[in-house]
């Protein structure tokens, strides 16, 4: 427990005391924003449930800030309010307070799940500074944890060799630029983390639990020559744009090496924009989040958890997300076997 004086109390009532904190002693869950895309399939909908009647829904935002689609709250006594009225309104209560002065009232990370029937187009992500300059925005540094691979799926991530801007644009032009990427096969755990100027892509046949920056800037360099079926058209290339995002150096390694130890917070990916662990579960722990000042975000990857905080049980699904306010000190969690993502700053 936090002491403060008598002194420092009064200063504080006259800020908080309309805030009926008791709403933040619970996980809150959110709608998922279903996004159709042409690369989409219906594993989202099939697999995790997700209520849609379209057929190609390639991302569900599970967490999101992004301006145009803020996550709404989905039950209890917060529903109907969206992530940004929750920040303005508890602060550093929901998010911790050193988040809360860095970020102010933006949710710095976006949490997604994403189902690849067909590969994505060959991409890559300003950095901050560029982003910045270019769009007044964050730039998108990511990770991925593959959830399931069909038989021979495989990512684009990185070059297959040290090559320089020349070398690359002479490879767009001649429609071979697929000749210089590393093609990694993947299965399920497999992790990645894409840092801004790495170029990569999802390929066909894969589902994938995604984190990154609150940032939607996406330079998509090379696409398949695919024609969008509502426009009739190929679908914009960004050359000009990518080419100074791009880092041309190869890289000996680009999969996330981690050791999986069971009722353990396992670290997967530690970077300056988030912090994420793997828990593999297997019978009770208890998790103490008292000193952390950061919010929580578990992601089921697989199986069911029941999570029981200050008297009150939670279930959480595989392809469902939960946020833990700071505000939470303890919570225990419960499987016969489950995998959850533990994100937080």
């Not at 219906?42 to 379209?54: A, N, Q, V, Y």
């Not at 050359?239 to 353990?264: F, G, H, R």
């Not at 396992?266 to 208890?286: A, D």
Request: a negative charge; one cysteine or more.
């Amino acid at each position: 427990m936090v002491k403060v004086s008598t002194l420092t109390f009064i200063k504080l009532i006259p800020l908080y005391e309309t805030i009926d904190f008791m709403k933040l002693d619970h996980p809150i869950t959110f709608h998922p924003i279903l996004k159709e895309r042409i690369w989409g399939g219906d594993k989202l909908t099939t697999i995790f449930k997700k209520e849609s009647d379209k057929s190609n829904i390639g991302e569900s935002w599970e967490l999101s800030d992004v301006e145009g689609d803020v996550s709404v709250v989905a039950s209890g006594e917060l529903k109907g309010k969206n992530l940004k009225e929750l920040i303005t309104e508890y602060k550093g209560a929901l998010v911790g307070e050193k988040v809360y002065n860095m970020f102010g009232n933006d949710f710095p990370i976006l949490i997604k799940y994403i189902d690849a029937k067909t590969p994505l187009s060959i991409q890559v992500h300003p950095s901050n500074e560029l982003a910045k300059e270019r769009h007044n925005s964050f730039g998108k540094n990511e990770m991925w944890y593959i959830m399931q691979a069909d038989h021979d799926a495989e990512l684009i991530v990185g070059f297959n060799q040290d090559i320089d801007k020349e070398t690359y644009l002479h490879k767009l032009e001649e429609g071979n630029v697929l000749d210089i990427l590393n093609a990694e096969k993947i299965s399920k755990g497999d992790t990645f983390y894409i840092p801004t100027g790495r170029v990569h892509a999802i390929g066909a046949g894969v589902m994938l639990a995604e984190i990154q920056q609150t940032s939607d800037i996406t330079y998509r360099i090379y696409d398949y020559n695919r024609v969008d079926a509502k426009t009739g058209k190929e679908r914009e290339l960004h050359t000009d744009l990518a080419v100074d995002a791009i880092d041309y150096k190869q890289y000996d390694s680009y999969k996330t090496a981690y050791e999986l130890k069971k009722n353990e917070s396992s670290e997967l990916v530690h970077s300056p924009y988030f912090k994420t662990n793997i828990i593999q579960l297997e019978g009770i722990i208890q998790k103490d989040y008292s000193n952390l000042d950061s919010f929580v975000i578990y992601m089921c990857v697989e199986g069911t958890v029941v999570l029981n905080c200050n008297n009150q049980a939670f279930s959480l699904q595989v392809g469902q997300t939960m946020l833990l306010p700071a505000a939470i000190d303890t919570v225990e969690l419960n499987s016969e076997s489950a995998k959850i993502l533990e994100v937080f700053l």
